[in-house]
């Protein structure tokens, strides 16, 4: 009998933890899910305009972004205040256009090269010399498939 | 009398709840997608083709210059007017062979949905932000006409009361359950009738 007696008087038994790690992974989960991971680090303003006829860029086919901005604040003085492109991590001047297509396609299995859609993050204050010139540089690269990425809302509001 | 310990609280079915949680936000949360106006290139040609002779009425000139002014045919405009205006231009049916046009047949204007082409020319000083609303209304010319066509034919091949919109995004969803072969002909069809005519001068 005295092996089911053991009684400490007055102390309190331990919090049971075995519930602990479930939370965990439900948090790890949640954030796993809901979280975009942000591939590039702007290095540019990009605000996008606003358009109500878009379609949705579909994620099965692969994406290549390239940026078009004037530099933020702590790059302005190295790079003054000019609509500059900006690629994976980077400043690009326009003839690197070719180049990181290529690059991105390389890295793409062969069977979804020809459905390679490039989005133009284009911030809506920049003009259209320098998009028109990287569109021209896309064309180059045969890089047909574009898209003007943008927020949904009415054109009205691009205005100001 | 000895103070007795506390009962242990149980704790086995937390692990439940937690997937119960788990299980809420996975179905309740959607990744944000990108979306925007998709274009397509024109193929940089290598034997310098001769581009095709184009009626000058079957073309619909919009230009907008370093100041962001809009110019439609040679008159000043308002972004919001365009949209009306690429209607009425490309539902013109001046020769009379387009069945479903409801346009005024005005022998000056384009011919049929077909052959009416929309050109738009932008300056190197065009803001970005007008460039994107005049396309989105120029794609919204389009999606007018393409939703209205949608709902005359529709109702005839079994898919009443949903417009061009509505049709592609019930083509795209994985849940729907309805005939997407039957769909996609009918979306085919209105696509061939209507096609998306716009080219950009360089």
Redesign the interface.
């Given at each position: 009998m005295a092996k089911f007696n053991k009684?400490?008087?007055?102390?309190?038994?331990p919090?049971?933890t075995?519930?602990l790690p479930?939370?965990v992974?439900?948090l790890l989960?949640?954030f796993m899910?809901?979280t975009?991971m942000r591939e590039n680090t702007l290095k540019i303003a990009n605000t996008l305009?606003?358009?109500?006829?878009?379609?949705?860029?579909d994620?099965k086919n692969p994406?290549s972004y390239i940026y078009i901005g004037k530099p933020s604040e702590n790059y302005a003085s190295k790079f003054g205040t000019e609509a500059r492109i900006q690629l994976n991590d980077d400043f690009a001047d326009v003839d690197e256009i070719v180049p990181f297509i290529n690059q991105e396609r390389s890295a793409l299995r062969e069977e979804l090269i020809p459905y390679l859609?490039v989005?133009l993050k284009?911030?809506?204050?920049?003009?259209?010399?320098i998009?028109?010139d990287v569109?021209?540089e896309?064309?180059?690269a045969?890089?047909?498939?574009?898209?003007?990425?943008?927020g949904?809302g009415d054109?009205?509001a691009?205005?100001n | 009398m000895?103070?007795r310990?506390?009962p242990?609280?149980n704790?086995?079915s937390?692990?439940d709840i937690?997937?119960l949680?788990?299980i809420f936000?996975?179905v309740t949360?959607t990744?944000?997608?990108?979306?925007?106006?998709?274009?397509?290139?024109?193929?940089?040609d290598p034997n310098d083709q001769k581009p095709p002779i184009i009626k000058e009425k079957n073309i619909f000139a919009v230009s907008?210059n370093g100041k962001d002014q809009l110019l439609v045919e040679d008159e000043l405009m308002e972004?919001?007017d365009l949209r009306a205006a690429a209607v009425e231009f490309l539902d013109n049916n001046g020769d009379g062979t387009c069945s479903f046009c409801k346009g005024k047949k005005d022998p000056t204007s384009s011919d049929n949905p077909d052959k009416a082409v929309i050109s738009l020319k932008?300056?190197?000083?065009?803001?970005?932000?007008?460039?994107?609303?005049v396309?989105?209304?120029l794609?919204?010319a389009y999606?007018d006409l393409r939703n209205r066509r949608a709902l005359e034919i529709g109702s005839q091949k079994g898919f009443p009361n949903m417009n061009f919109i509505e049709m592609q995004a019930k083509y795209d969803d994985v849940r729907w359950s309805g005939n997407k072969t039957k769909l996609k002909e009918v979306i085919d069809q209105i696509q061939k009738e209507i096609p998306q005519k716009l080219s950009e001068v360089?």
């Amino acid at each position: 009998m005295a092996k089911f007696n053991k009684k400490k008087d007055g102390e309190l038994p331990p919090v049971n933890t075995a519930a602990l790690p479930d939370i965990v992974f439900m948090l790890l989960f949640f954030f796993m899910v809901a979280t975009v991971m942000r591939e590039n680090t702007l290095k540019i303003a990009n605000t996008l305009p606003v358009a109500n006829q878009v379609e949705k860029l579909d994620k099965k086919n692969p994406i290549s972004y390239i940026y078009i901005g004037k530099p933020s604040e702590n790059y302005a003085s190295k790079f003054g205040t000019e609509a500059r492109i900006q690629l994976n991590d980077d400043f690009a001047d326009v003839d690197e256009i070719v180049p990181f297509i290529n690059q991105e396609r390389s890295a793409l299995r062969e069977e979804l090269i020809p459905y390679l859609t490039v989005s133009l993050k284009v911030d809506k204050k920049s003009n259209m010399g320098i998009v028109g010139d990287v569109k021209q540089e896309l064309r180059k690269a045969n890089a047909l498939k574009i898209n003007y990425t943008t927020g949904t809302g009415d054109v009205s509001a691009n205005e100001n | 009398m000895a103070k007795r310990a506390a009962p242990e609280v149980n704790a086995g079915s937390m692990a439940d709840i937690a997937f119960l949680l788990l299980i809420f936000f996975l179905v309740t949360t959607t990744i944000p997608k990108d979306s925007g106006i998709s274009r397509k290139l024109p193929p940089i040609d290598p034997n310098d083709q001769k581009p095709p002779i184009i009626k000058e009425k079957n073309i619909f000139a919009v230009s907008l210059n370093g100041k962001d002014q809009l110019l439609v045919e040679d008159e000043l405009m308002e972004v919001k007017d365009l949209r009306a205006a690429a209607v009425e231009f490309l539902d013109n049916n001046g020769d009379g062979t387009c069945s479903f046009c409801k346009g005024k047949k005005d022998p000056t204007s384009s011919d049929n949905p077909d052959k009416a082409v929309i050109s738009l020319k932008n300056e190197r000083e065009t803001s970005y932000a007008k460039y994107i609303s005049v396309q989105n209304e120029l794609v919204a010319a389009y999606n007018d006409l393409r939703n209205r066509r949608a709902l005359e034919i529709g109702s005839q091949k079994g898919f009443p009361n949903m417009n061009f919109i509505e049709m592609q995004a019930k083509y795209d969803d994985v849940r729907w359950s309805g005939n997407k072969t039957k769909l996609k002909e009918v979306i085919d069809q209105i696509q061939k009738e209507i096609p998306q005519k716009l080219s950009e001068v360089q």
